[in-house]
């Protein structure tokens, strides 16, 4: 059995930084078990892109699945393959009907908002007043449900990353049942509210004409809402700390014709979503290691991201990269069905800081997020004063 028994993914320098691990991974263990992460850890593109894509070979690991309603047994990877296709186009479609060009003009009249309120301050957390405020109104505009308190939903966010982290780590129960059942009813607050519409109200209702249970619903708009928020609220503050770090880069995003491409690039060298899981569903081979039935697979997104056959330059931000197929929001059916949102958001954002009248600058100490399968600021200190 292939191993790597140095690799610690929440190590200090793993969290700065994991990116060297990354690459030398890739050319001497490309494949290799993990005793803690209890998986089997595939680094390459080509391999990663596969595990991904097969959903024939692979599924999703239902160690890491998300639960969030009392009804926890009811997960959407119960229903059969029809109802799943159909629950999926029903998202997918109540997306692509949004209004993207009118959702751009509310998020920015939303971030100049914000601005307006900190521009004056010595210093602020970028991670509460600005990426959970900025990801709670764009995805519950994607959803169509009231915004939650930034700072609750900012716990349950983190709170959902350490449960997907939790063979790393020391279980805490109790802490996950309080997130559980904090996040539980907030679904069950919008499912109730008649103010609910889009998204939320078309899988309400035709969840009653397909007869789905009421419980699988819940959890699917659960990982929506974990997956649009806590992909923006983490890709917002690596963006803000990207700008901080690298001025050149955010001067050289005030070209139009950068922007797009731009955010792309940033998604791929460094994005929110480091790795997700699967599980085999029967005995195959990746890069020549035998994976047996059964056995989960940890797919490590930022490696891909990086791996020199695929990209070119791979740890240069080329703002301009093409073609850049990168997996920073997955691939083949379960990939970020909120990938539009986010990259609206982070364009939007990017836009209004060139805009803000002075420069955004550290204020204080960055902590991160000690998880491995989100990279996240839990606190990012910053000013928009000038140093006197």
Same mark, same amino acid.
């Given at each position: ?7 610690d993914?929440? $190590? ?14 890739q050319?001497k263990?490309?494949v290799?078990?993990h005793?803690? +992460?209890?998986?089997? +850890?595939?680094t390459r593109?080509?391999?990663c892109?596969?595990v991904l ?9 239902p160690?890491r ?6 009804e926890s ?5 119960g229903l059969?393959?029809?109802?799943q296709?159909e629950?999926?186009r029903?998202v997918? *479609?109540?997306?692509?009907?949004q ?6 003009r509310?998020? !920015?009249?939303?971030?100049?908002? =914000?601005f307006?309120?900190?521009?004056a ?13 900025? &990801? ?5 505009? /994607?959803?169509g ?5 930034p700072?609750?939903?900012k ?8 449960k ?7 279980p805490?129960?109790e802490?996950? #049942? @309080? ?5 539980? *009813? ?18 309400k209702n %035709?969840?009653?004409?397909? *007869? ?8 699917? =708009?659960?990982?929506?809402f ?9 890709a ?5 700390h990207l700008? =901080?770090? @690298?001025p050149d880069v955010?001067?050289k ?11 792309e690039? /940033?998604l !791929? /060298?460094?994005?929110p ?6 599980m ?5 081979r990746? $890069?020549?290691?035998?994976?047996? #039935? ?14 020199? %056959? #695929?990209?070119?330059?791979?740890h ?8 850049? %197929? ?8 379960? &990939?970020?069905?909120g990938?539009l949102?986010? #990259?609206?958001?982070?364009?939007e954002?990017? %836009? ?7 420069p955004? !600058?550290?204020?204080?100490?960055p ?15 910053v000013?928009?004063q !000038?140093?006197?």
């Amino acid at each position: 059995m292939s191993s790597a028994p140095d690799f610690d993914p929440l $190590s200090p320098a793993m969290l700065e930084d994991p990116y060297p691990v990354y690459a030398d991974l890739q050319e001497k263990h490309p494949v290799f078990w993990h005793e803690k +992460v209890g998986a089997w +850890v595939v680094t390459r593109y080509d391999d990663c892109r596969e595990v991904l894509r097969n959903s024939e070979l692979f599924v999703r690991d239902p160690r890491r699945v998300s639960e969030v309603s009392a009804e926890s047994g009811e997960s959407i990877q119960g229903l059969d393959v029809k109802a799943q296709s159909e629950l999926r186009r029903l998202v997918t *479609g109540s997306i692509h009907d949004q209004d993207l060009e009118e959702i751009g003009r509310r998020v !920015r009249a939303s971030i100049d908002r =914000i601005f307006e309120g900190v521009l004056a301050r010595p210093s602020f957390d970028w991670m509460i007043e600005v990426s959970a405020r900025l &990801s709670g109104m764009i995805t519950a505009d /994607f959803l169509g449900v009231t915004e939650p308190d930034p700072q609750v939903f900012k716990t349950i966010v983190e709170g959902m990353a350490r449960k997907f982290d939790a063979d790393l780590s020391e279980p805490d129960p109790e802490a996950e #049942q @309080r997130v559980r059942d904090a996040f539980g *009813g907030l679904i069950d607050g919008w499912l109730s509210s008649p103010e609910t519409h889009g998204t939320m109200l078309t899988l309400k209702n %035709r969840a009653a004409e397909m *007869g789905v249970p009421v419980g699988v619903i819940k959890n699917l =708009i659960g990982l929506l809402f974990i997956g649009s928020f806590g992909t923006i609220f983490a890709a917002s503050g690596s963006l803000a700390h990207l700008f =901080i770090q @690298r001025p050149d880069v955010f001067e050289k995003l005030r070209d139009p014709a950068l922007l797009g491409t731009g955010v792309e690039e /940033f998604l !791929r /060298f460094d994005g929110p979503t480091q790795a997700t899981s699967r599980m085999a569903k029967q005995e195959t081979r990746v $890069s020549g290691v035998t994976i047996k #039935q059964g056995d989960p697979v940890f797919v490590v997104l930022a490696a891909a991201n990086r791996d020199p %056959r #695929q990209f070119p330059r791979p740890h240069e931000l080329v703002l301009d990269r093409a073609p850049n %197929r990168h997996l920073g929001f997955g691939w083949g059916p379960h &990939s970020c069905l909120g990938s539009l949102f986010g #990259q609206l958001a982070l364009r939007e954002l990017t %836009r209004a800081v060139h805009d803000a009248p002075g420069p955004l !600058r550290p204020a204080g100490t960055p902590f991160r997020l000690p998880t491995t399968t989100v990279r996240s600021f839990a606190s990012l200190p910053v000013s928009f004063q !000038r140093e006197s």
